[in-house]
């Protein structure tokens, strides 16, 4: 997995990206390539479980590297150049943040990351993302669903965001030195993500009638998924309790405010879709996924799988 990404030019505000490559302890970015947490504390904070802290960092990672795939395939099948970039950075963006967290969740804990042939020179944060089966997966089920028309890539970045920054927004605060950095710079990428994503629904939702409808049956189709980002995994709780992680429950309120917004901007009610059940009460944080992600991964990772001794 590779991270890096051009500076975007900044004319009046502070980039995203100011600072990338700076070697700061301080920041958990760009460091060094052969280790992306070079230079920043992993210690475990006292009185926290390394399992969990471990597991939670695992699962934030694994959404942002399902969903960083998802928007990526929009490459070069954006309706226009601008899009096609905007989406490309915004893949890239979640890509770097998932480097960062699996690094984070292998250094954590070490057996979750798989054992890999011998030889092998792929350091724990590549052998998390090629190596594991679907079910061995922890990410949100919103993430990993086939890409549908802009309307639903619009949907779906918007509410992935709006989610993810509200908890992010709270996780800068964490006790682990490196979640807390990785959030602190995330809050601004996300921001990004996700005020593009509202720009986009207003306008669909204003524009003609073809463009309406085809965002209205979007948020339709996504909405049973909006209330299971909040649900609380006992390892988010056990997180949460040790002053390392965020109870997304407790940033519903905070998240659908900025919703409703957009939504009240668009002239756009929401839903009334019941949400979609697990399988046995088992979510995509119990690692059930459905057959999407099974086919993503096995294009994901069929050269990794396939050279596993490779060197890139």
Same mark, same amino acid.
């Given at each position: 997995?590779?991270?890096?990404?051009?500076?975007?030019?900044?004319?009046? =505000?502070?980039?995203?990206?100011?600072?990338?490559?700076? %070697?700061?302890?301080?920041?958990?970015?760009?460091?060094?390539?052969?280790?992306?947490?070079?230079?920043?504390?992993?210690?475990?904070?006292?009185?926290?479980?390394?399992?969990? $802290?471990?597991?939670?960092?695992?699962?934030?990672?694994?959404?942002?590297?399902?969903?960083?795939?998802?928007?990526?395939? &929009?490459?070069?099948?954006?309706?226009?150049?601008?899009?096609?970039?905007?989406?490309?950075?915004?893949? $890239?963006?979640?890509?770097?943040?998932?480097?960062? !967290?699996?690094?984070?969740?292998?250094?954590?804990?070490?057996?979750?990351?798989?054992? +890999?042939?011998?030889?092998?020179?792929?350091?724990?944060?590549?052998?998390?993302?090629?190596?594991?089966?679907?079910?061995?997966?922890? %990410?949100?089920?919103?993430?990993?669903?086939? %890409?549908?028309?802009?309307?639903?890539?619009?949907?779906?970045?918007? +509410?992935?965001?709006?989610?993810?920054?509200?908890?992010?927004?709270?996780?800068?605060?964490?006790?682990?030195?490196?979640?807390?950095?990785?959030?602190?710079?995330?809050?601004?990428?996300?921001?990004? =993500?996700?005020?593009?994503?509202?720009?986009?629904?207003?306008?669909?939702? #204003?524009?003609?009638?073809?463009?309406?409808?085809?965002?209205?049956?979007? !948020?339709?189709?996504? &909405?049973?998924? &909006?209330?299971?980002?909040?649900?609380? =995994?006992?390892?988010?709780?056990?997180?949460?309790?040790?002053?390392?992680?965020?109870?997304?429950?407790?940033?519903?309120?905070?998240?659908?405010?900025?919703?409703? #917004?957009? $939504?009240?901007?668009?002239?756009?009610?929401?839903?009334?879709?019941?949400?979609?059940?697990?399988?046995?009460?088992?979510?995509?944080?119990?690692?059930?996924?459905?057959?999407?992600?099974?086919?993503?991964?096995?294009?994901? #990772?069929?050269?990794?799988?396939?050279?596993?001794?490779?060197?890139?």
């Amino acid at each position: 997995m590779d991270s890096h990404i051009e500076t975007p030019p900044d004319d009046e =505000h502070e980039s995203a990206y100011s600072g990338l490559l700076v %070697n700061d302890a301080h920041w958990a970015f760009g460091t060094d390539f052969e280790d992306p947490l070079a230079g920043v504390d992993t210690t475990i904070p006292d009185g926290v479980d390394a399992a969990t $802290l471990g597991t939670y960092a695992l699962m934030l990672g694994d959404d942002s590297l399902v969903m960083s795939h998802r928007v990526s395939e &929009w490459t070069s099948n954006a309706p226009d150049l601008e899009d096609d970039i905007a989406l490309s950075n915004i893949a $890239l963006d979640l890509l770097g943040q998932a480097r960062l !967290l699996l690094a984070r969740a292998a250094k954590a804990d070490e057996s979750l990351v798989p054992v +890999l042939p011998e030889g092998s020179p792929a350091p724990p944060e590549d052998a998390l993302a090629f190596f594991r089966e679907a079910h061995q997966l922890r %990410n949100v089920r919103l993430a990993e669903l086939v %890409n549908g028309d802009f309307a639903e890539a619009t949907v779906r970045v918007l +509410l992935f965001s709006v989610w993810r920054l509200a908890v992010w927004e709270r996780l800068h605060s964490s006790r682990d030195h490196v979640l807390a950095a990785v959030a602190a710079k995330g809050v601004k990428e996300l921001a990004y =993500h996700r005020d593009y994503a509202a720009r986009w629904f207003v306008t669909l939702a #204003q524009g003609t009638d073809e463009s309406r409808r085809r965002l209205l049956a979007a !948020l339709e189709e996504l &909405w049973p998924l &909006w209330p299971e980002l909040f649900d609380t =995994h006992p390892v988010e709780a056990a997180a949460a309790e040790a002053g390392v992680g965020v109870d997304p429950a407790t940033v519903r309120e905070a998240a659908e405010g900025v919703l409703d #917004q957009v $939504l009240a901007a668009a002239d756009v009610a929401s839903p009334a879709s019941p949400r979609r059940s697990g399988v046995l009460g088992r979510t995509g944080r119990d690692g059930m996924h459905g057959e999407p992600l099974s086919r993503m991964l096995a294009e994901m #990772q069929s050269v990794a799988r396939a050279h596993p001794r490779g060197l890139w």
